[in-house]
């Protein structure tokens, strides 16, 4: 979310009914007030096994769990977003206490209000309430950035309620947050917590690549990792720790990676068992 804040063929008509039967059957158990009990992955789980979305749902913010353009496809093995649209593709089952595995790089595609601007996406963990709470696009969550220079940000995402999180920081010479260990604990409800390097003059332009950075140069694969233990989530970009927070208000939900006006690619989505936990 930037921030605080190739067409293919036309789908069958069959995936619209399933979209639809899919809603209403959502909504039937939110009326009843019954949530789905979540999981804790015992062993590692592949969330995406390359073939198809089985186990997920679409959401976008004109067409709802409608997908006409195709945003969310399946390319060479690959979930591809193109951004087209705002919105995400969720984990129909909720989780909790996990360690989240996403290898991904960005595509060449980016669309407009975004054209020029850094590419843009993010993995939303502890989703929980209704769909597009958030402006009509996103569900109440806590959001693990993925922007060009920003990968590994903490953004609270709103919804009925704000979610809230502690992170220790130091404040940058731009009066920001920034993750420190050690530093002073930081309670909020609403903005962003920055990863540790990223740089006091990030801009908001194509490309951006900053100081300190430990994400790889637009179109090579990315290991992002995020680890929800508890009421804790620490974030790891490239095999490094890039932010940390603990005492989240959410330590349950579904998990949805958004579409937010970049072309991004996801080989590898996996949850394994956090570990040290049985």
């Known amino acids: 979310m930037a921030r605080e804040r190739d067409n293919m063929a036309s789908k069958p008509a069959w995936l619209g009914r399933r979209a639809f039967l899919l809603a209403s059957a959502g909504a039937l158990v939110a009326a009843a ?45 690959c979930l591809r977003i193109s951004g087209e649209d705002w919105g995400g593709i969720g984990t129909r089952a909720t989780y909790r206490d996990y360690h989240l595995i996403m290898e991904w790089k960005w595509g060449a595609l980016v669309f407009d209000p975004r054209k020029g601007k850094a590419r843009d996406s993010g993995i939303l963990v502890h989703a929980v309430g209704a769909e597009g709470a958030y402006g009509g696009v996103w569900p ?5 950035q993925i922007i060009e220079g920003g990968c590994g940000d903490f953004i609270l995402v709103n919804g009925v309620s704000r979610p809230t999180l502690t992170v220790e920081c130091r404040l940058g010479p731009d009066r920001q947050h920034y993750w420190k260990k050690g530093g002073e604990p930081v309670s909020k409800d609403r903005g962003r917590f920055n990863w540790w390097g990223r740089d006091p003059e990030w801009k908001d332009q194509f490309g951006f690549r900053g100081r300190e950075g430990v ?24 095999g490094v720790v890039v932010n940390h927070g603990t005492r989240a208000s959410h330590t349950q939900g579904k998990i949805m990676i958004q579409s937010e006006g970049a072309e991004i690619l996801i080989r590898r989505l996996e949850l394994k068992p956090v570990r040290g936990r049985k």
């Open 33 to 77: 007030g019954a949530d789905p009990a979540p999981i804790v992955p015992r062993r590692k789980t592949a969330l995406f096994k390359g073939k198809n979305l089985d186990g997920f749902y679409t959401w976008l913010r004109a067409t709802k769990y409608d997908d006409p353009k195709g945003v969310f496809s399946v390319r060479k093995g």
């Open 215 to 238: 994400e790889k140069p637009a179109g090579e694969w990315n290991r992002s990792e995020v680890i929800c233990d508890g009421d804790s989530i620490t974030n790891l970009v490239n």
């Open 140 to 144: 109440e969550s806590i959001e693990c």
